[in-house]
């Protein structure tokens, strides 16, 4: 069994290399979308063990996106919000999301987010 990856949807070129950098550092294998739509196609071909997800993007929202990954999987794979929003935690919450990152983040509080949700589906993927 493969160990779960993270799928990073923003459609910021800047953030996405930015959580791609920090997150293959630490050992994690990432895939990206620029939208809801392409992160939904992605999804289907191999589920995520964690979607990162900003929340305006062209094409297809985070919204939306969020809506229907809780429709296809249920709360099997956990949405983090990541937004610049002044009220991150109502973005995340109208998302149904399990967790939320505010824009601009630390990069150690980015770590304990991905941790709490993916480090135990790694173990049990490797171990």
Same mark, same amino acid.
């Given at each position: 069994? /493969?160990? +779960?990856?993270?799928?990073?949807? @923003?459609? =910021? +070129?800047?953030?996405?290399e930015t959580l791609? #950098?920090? #997150?293959?550092?630490?050992?994690?294998?990432? %895939?990206? &979308? /620029?939208?809801?739509?392409?992160? #939904?196609?992605? &999804? *289907? &071909?191999?589920?995520?063990?964690? $979607?990162?997800?900003?929340? #305006?993007?062209?094409?297809?929202?985070?919204? @939306?996106?969020?809506?229907?990954?809780?429709?296809?999987?249920?709360r099997t794979v956990?949405?983090?919000?990541?937004? &610049?929003s002044e009220h *991150?935690?109502? %973005?995340?919450?109208?998302?149904?999301?399990? =967790? $939320?990152?505010?824009?601009?983040?630390?990069?150690?509080?980015? !770590? !304990?987010?991905?941790?709490?949700?993916? @480090?135990?589906? !790694?173990? !049990? *993927?490797?171990?």
């Open positions: 069994m /493969s160990s +779960p990856d993270i799928l990073i949807v @923003d459609d =910021d +070129p800047d953030m996405v791609e #950098l920090v #997150l293959c550092a630490d050992g994690y294998s990432c %895939r990206t &979308a /620029s939208n809801g739509a392409e992160a #939904l196609d992605m &999804a *289907a &071909a191999k589920r995520p063990g964690l $979607v990162l997800l900003d929340m #305006l993007m062209p094409v297809m929202n985070g919204w @939306d996106c969020a809506h229907e990954l809780r429709q296809r999987y249920g956990p949405i983090v919000v990541v937004t &610049a *991150a935690g109502k %973005r995340a919450a109208e998302a149904d999301a399990d =967790d $939320v990152l505010p824009k601009p983040f630390d990069i150690d509080e980015l !770590r !304990r987010i991905v941790a709490r949700h993916l @480090d135990h589906k !790694r173990d !049990r *993927a490797t171990g």
